[in-house]
C-alpha cells in the first residue's frame, strides 16, 4: 500500500510546489482558482512522469531512466497487483 500512497502525494505535493515556485507567470487571488491549478498541475506532473515510466518500460529504455520517472513519483517501481474483480480480495492485496 505504501508504493501506493506515495504516487498519490509525492506528485501532489510536486504540483504545488511548482506552482508556488513558478507563479505560473500570474497572480492567482482566489483560493479556489490556485487549489485548481494546483490539481491540474499535478495530474499533469503525475501522467508525465507515469508515461516516461511504462514507455521505457515498454520499449526496453534504460533502466535508470524507468527509475528515475518512478523515484518522480514518490516510489522506484509502480505498485503490482494481481487481476481479480473479488473486492475482499484487492482490499486483501493492499495489506502489507
Do not use: C, N
Not at 482566489?30 to 516516461?52: E, K, M
Amino acid at each position: 500500500m505504501l508504493p501506493s500512497v506515495l504516487r498519490t502525494l509525492v506528485p501532489l505535493f510536486a504540483g504545488w510546489v511548482i506552482v508556488v515556485v513558478s507563479r505560473l507567470g500570474f497572480s492567482v487571488d482566489s483560493h479556489t482558482v490556485q487549489t485548481a491549478i494546483t490539481l491540474g498541475v499535478a495530474g499533469a506532473y503525475y501522467v508525465v512522469f507515469r508515461l516516461v515510466e511504462r514507455l521505457a518500460e515498454k520499449y526496453h529504455g534504460p533502466a535508470w531512466l524507468q527509475g528515475a520517472a518512478g523515484v518522480l513519483l514518490g516510489y522506484a517501481k509502480p505498485p503490482r497487483y494481481k487481476a481479480t474483480d473479488d473486492v475482499a480480495e484487492l482490499i486483501r492485496q493492499s495489506r502489507p
